[in-house]
């Protein structure tokens, strides 16, 4: 441990806030992960700045943890800091038709928010189990809706820990990725722009869209949604059926029998078993199809040895 960096944590967001090997399986919706050396939960966006600076200054890596909902951590764990955003910056405020959510806010809160105001443009988000941050960072989305439709500006710490606004255009939101990702920024507020709508209308889309949801996908099983990335032209979980890996296993990392796009936990499978099986899974349908299947799950330690 870096007593220092420890001292200097400690005194930034409080003892309670900063907890050493902690166990990244209790983080992530996989429900696998080794531990983080430091795992430190900020409670404002001050804190969160501090925190970036004393990493860099101290030189301990850093990684930003949202509801862990489209990550796969290594059974080692992580040598760094994880700051998770996700329990507080969870502030939501509404002007008008345009809400402004601080990068913890979980979409579905955010979603019911818009809904009570009758404010609509967010039914597509209601279902998805991440974080504003996470989504803003990803461009997450779902049945004809991106997050890029709704948003007008994002907050965000640049990796030297200084404040700064970016508009929609300068997110240069793409398929699952935005400016915020390739400048390995944070983001810590996103401002959207949403339309007025009957609240019934907004509920019954919701409830639409999560039926479908539970009809399709395996929400049974510990996941992290879409393992893959819809390569153009195809469907990933397609690609998987026709090429005879449904249901396919590594231990208890399994192609979903119910929705061929994702991976799930069974119970007890360890993230080199789900690597294994990504790996396999991309192998088969390169050398069937041709196709590369890229991951749109991120992963954080090391994996190797895992082929
Ligand atoms: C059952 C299920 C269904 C899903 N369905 C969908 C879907 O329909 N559409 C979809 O797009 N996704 C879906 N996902 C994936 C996931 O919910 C989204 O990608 C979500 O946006 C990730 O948010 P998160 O807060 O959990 O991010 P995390 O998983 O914690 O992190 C994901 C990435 O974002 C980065 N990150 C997180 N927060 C921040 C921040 N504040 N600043 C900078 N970087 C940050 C992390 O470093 C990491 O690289 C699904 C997942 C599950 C388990």
Known sequence: MNQEFYDQIMQTVGSGSVKLKEAMKKHT???VGGPADYFITPHTIQEMQQTIRICNDCKIPYYILGNGSNLLVSDTGYRGAVIQVFQNLDEIRVQGTSIAAQAGVLLSRLAKRALEEGL???????????????????NAGAYGGELKDVCTSVTMLTPQGELKVLTREEMEFGYRTSAVAKVHGVVVETEFEL??????????????????????????????????????GYFAGKLIMDAGLRGCRVGDAQVSEKHCGFVINRGN?????????????QAEVKEQFGVTLETEVKTLGCFEGVD
């Open 29 to 31: 919706t996989f429900r």
């Open 120 to 138: 609509g443009g967010l039914e597509f988000a209601a279902g998805i189990p991440g974080t504003v941050g996470g989504a803003s960072v990803m």
């Open 269 to 281: 499978a360890t993230a080199s078993q789900i690597m294994q099986l990504i790996r396999h899974i």
């Open 195 to 232: 339309t007025p709508r009957e609240p019934e209308l907004i509920r019954g889309q919701m409830e639409k869209l999560q039926k479908a949801r539970s009809e399709k996908q395996p929400l049974e099983y510990p996941s992290a949604g879409s393992t893959f990335k819809r390569p153009e």
